[in-house]
T-cell receptor, first 113, second 114 residues
Framework: NAGVTQTPKFQVLKTGQSMTLQCAQDMNHEYMSWYRQDPGMGLRLIHYSVGAGITDQGEVPNGYNVSRSTTEDFPLRLLSAAPSQTSVYFC????????????FGPGTRLLVL | AQSVTQLDSQVPVFEEAPVELRCNYSSSVSVYLFWYVQYPNQGLQLLLKYLSGSTLVKGINGFEAEFNKSQTSFHLRKPSVHISDTAEYFCAVSYPNTGNQFYFGTGTSLTVIP
């Protein structure tokens, strides 16, 4: 199993550009989530999904969209990038929501100029 | 609001000394508690978790944590640290009866000094 994979590893964007961060898992997990990690703030939940076709907002959803058309994939879309979205983005999955262990991808480092 | 507080942002400790990383959570309702470790430029890995049962939980790499419901704490301990333990440590909580979200603390940077 590859576990949770994320692409790209690094990305530089200009303000106003859009892009999609890819996340895939091969463990047949129902629950997937996106976090951003900023210095001194830990990880903050952006969006999550409890299964294909079902998504919901987390703590900091503004400026991001998600969809879950398959169990395996959970892409995160930046609609119009802003410097405040410069961060490290982590995707995670778990077999079920609630108390299950989350498995994290290696992260995507995004710089918005 | 539900939250997790990690009281120390940085903890330096000498090699082979004991260490305790502190974590408090804000609610006394049913909780699941986790400690994750993040090595430089990597994702997070689970160290240990408490779901129910014994309040002393043992994890990987010699770490353990104790769930204290009355003090709403879940402190992480290791009796003798190694250089390789240098990393960022995150405490996290989820509330199985009130939703699907995980809440992470702001992290504690552990530096082991040779």
């Amino acid at each position: 199993n590859a576990g949770v994979t994320q692409t790209p590893k690094f990305q530089v964007l200009k303000t106003g550009q859009s892009m999609t961060l890819q996340c895939a898992q091969d463990m047949n997990h129902e629950y997937m989530s996106w976090y951003r990690q900023d210095p001194g703030m830990g990880l903050r939940l952006i969006h999550y999904s409890v299964g294909a076709g079902i998504t919901d907002q987390g703590e900091v959803p503004n400026g991001y969209n998600v969809s879950r058309s398959t169990t395996e994939d959970f892409p995160l879309r930046l609609l119009s990038a802003a410097p405040s979205q410069t961060s490290v983005y982590f995707c995670a999955s778990s077999p079920r929501p609630g108390g299950e262990t989350q498995y994290f991808g290696p992260g995507t480092r995004l710089l918005v100029l | 609001a539900q939250s997790v507080t990690q009281l120390d942002s940085q903890v330096p400790v000498f090699e082979e000394a004991p260490v305790e990383l502190r974590c408090n959570y804000s609610s006394s309702v049913s909780v699941y508690l986790f400690w994750y470790v993040q090595y430089p430029n990597q994702g997070l890995q689970l160290l240990l978790k408490y779901l129910s049962g014994s309040t002393l939980v043992k994890g990987i790499n010699g770490f353990e944590a104790e769930f204290n419901k009355s003090q709403t704490s879940f402190h992480l301990r290791k009796p003798s640290v190694h250089i390789s333990d240098t990393a960022e440590y995150f405490c996290a909580v989820s509330y199985p009866n009130t939703g699907n979200q995980f809440y992470f603390g702001t992290g504690t940077s552990l530096t082991v000094i040779p």
